[in-house]
């Protein structure tokens, strides 16, 4: 990966936990994990994790309607020129690495 693109993936999980932060309603605690840019920097995907795990679906549902409004946010708070097509999924790469931890503690 370029330095650009590691600079506009770290502007974009900056930017995507302030949002999240910011427009959640305080009954789960969403966690910006990561970014995904595609190689061509068109696309960019924002990993998050949500606690408690009952209030996934509801989390990615509120993050996939604001998709609109966190470009706009991005675009007032940052100077990227050209900003990638934002969307938002649960990371269950983290999820599966904390169950992992689980069971060889157990």
């Given amino acids: 990966m370029s330095i650009r693109n590691d600079r506009i993936t770290e502007v974009l999980r900056d930017l995507g936990a302030r949002f999240l932060q910011q427009n959640a309603n305080n009954s789960s605690l969403l966690t910006v994990t990561s970014v995904e840019l595609s190689g061509d920097g068109k696309r960019a995907t924002i990993f998050f994790t949500v606690f408690p ?36 999924d649960i990371d269950s790469g983290e999820k599966n690495r904390q169950r992992i931890d689980t069971l060889l503690n157990e």
Avoid: H, M, W, Y
């Fill in 53 to 88: 795990e009952s209030f996934q679906k509801t989390a990615l549902e509120f993050a996939k309607r604001k998709r609109s409004e966190f470009k706009q946010f991005v675009k007032d708070n940052s100077k990227l020129g050209r900003i990638p097509l934002l969307d938002f």
